[in-house]
């Protein structure tokens, strides 16, 4: 009888981690390239060219003008009578209704909260006012 050879197991292989943050570095690489990001969005306003000359300027009825005032304490007021932000839309639009020529004027206290003009210009996007012109208003 002959010798029987035992067959050896083959050891199972083993995973090495050495590449691991090879891989990791990679997938973080290809995740950073593929992302879109966001880009901020601010206010899109058209604004005018440059004047020629002092004679370029346009001079506007008192009729065809709607102020719009918010004051330093952010109170806001059209026509110096008070209104609230959400009555913009709605006055505006009955405003352009009886005039299209109408021109609204934004003035903004410089103490007056940044985000009560955005709220204004918003409402007044919204109403479909075409010319609107800011203005800082004098403290």
């Given at each position: 009888m002959g010798l029987m050879k035992k067959k050896k197991k083959a050891a199972l292989g083993e995973i090495t981690m050495a590449s691991t943050s090879d891989v990791a570095f990679l997938l973080l690489i290809f995740f950073i390239v593929t992302t879109i990001f966001a880009a901020e969005q601010g206010l899109t306003l058209v604004l005018p060219g440059k004047q020629k000359q002092e004679d370029d300027t346009v001079r506007v009825a008192e009729k065809n003008i709607a102020t719009i005032f918010v004051q330093a304490d952010n109170s806001i007021t059209l026509d110096r009578r008070p209104i609230t932000v959400n009555e913009i839309k709605i006055a505006i639009e009955d405003r352009l209704a009886g005039?299209?020529?109408?021109?609204?004027?934004?003035?903004?206290?410089?103490?007056?909260?940044?985000?009560?003009?955005?709220?204004?210009?918003?409402e007044l996007r919204l109403a479909n006012a075409n010319k609107v012109s800011l203005k800082t208003a004098e403290e």
């Open positions: 005039n299209p020529k109408l021109v609204v004027l934004l003035k903004v206290h410089p103490k007056a909260d940044y985000g009560r003009m955005v709220a204004c210009l918003d």
